[in-house]
């Protein structure tokens, strides 16, 4: 099992839609989750991190099962501008593993 | 706000030539790390530093070498470049705990010819 596996998409939705991405991780002692987002030629930039309860930011909610090994980004009302590439990731051991990205197209 | 910053932008340089590629980052950081990026294989760890003087190796750590001489500063060398470098380098600094969350500079892409 690869360390954090993602969906790599793209999911191609129209504005408005709501779209989720899952992320799954293989170990079970990470403690730290987070949300990246990157633009095309761009940075990572953090989104979000990922709490055990759940967190909401805006139009953005982030979940983490523990149970299951998997973390989730919802994202409503999609706007042009949330187009990009979504990383997952995770702590494991000493260093976070960035997950390969899943890409999200939105069109009007 | 936190503020990495890298050398260049765009960087062409010749087979066998020696490559610094240097981050400074603003915010006290304890920890800086350089990754690279290529399309379809992801981000992937080259080096990284939790301390002055101090580097680990990370995943990919073969025809580089990095130098931590001060906090704020970690450079990148490629002692001899060759063309399977060619890539987006970015370089990443966090707090303090390695489950910190990273902060990254703009990127050099580097090509060798």
């Known amino acids: 099992r690869k360390e954090v596996e993602q969906d790599p998409g793209p999911f191609n939705v129209p504005e408005g839609a709501t779209v989720a991405f899952n992320c799954t991780y293989s170990?079970?002692?990470?403690?730290?989750f987070f949300w990246y987002r990157q633009d095309c030629r761009k940075e990572p930039k953090l989104l979000m991190s990922v709490y055990s309860s759940g967190n909401e930011d805006g139009r953005f909610t982030a979940q983490l099962n523990r149970a299951s090994q998997y973390i989730s980004l919802l994202i409503r009302d999609s706007k042009l501008s949330d187009s990009a590439t979504y990383l997952c990731?995770?702590?494991?051991?000493?260093?976070?593993?960035f997950g390969k990205g899943t890409t999200l197209s939105v069109s009007s | 706000d936190v503020k990495v910053t890298q050398s260049s932008r765009y960087l062409v340089k010749r087979t066998g030539e020696k490559v610094f590629l240097e981050c400074v980052q603003d915010?006290?950081?304890?920890?800086m790390f350089w990754y690279r990026q290529d399309p379809g294989l992801g981000l992937r760890l080259i080096y990284f530093?939790?301390?002055?003087?101090?580097?680990e190796k990370g995943d990919i750590p073969e025809g580089y070498s990095v130098s931590r001489e001060k906090k704020e500063r970690f450079s990148l060398i490629l002692e001899s470049a060759s063309t399977n470098q060619t890539s987006m380098y970015l370089c990443a600094s966090s707090l303090g705990n390695p489950g910190d969350e990273q902060y990254f500079g703009p990127g050099t892409r580097l090509t060798v010819t």
């Open positions: 990731v995770v702590n494991i051991r000493t260093a976070l593993i």
């Open positions: 170990n079970s002692a990470s403690q730290s």
């Open positions: 530093s939790y301390d002055v003087k101090m580097k």
């Open positions: 915010m006290d950081h304890e920890n």
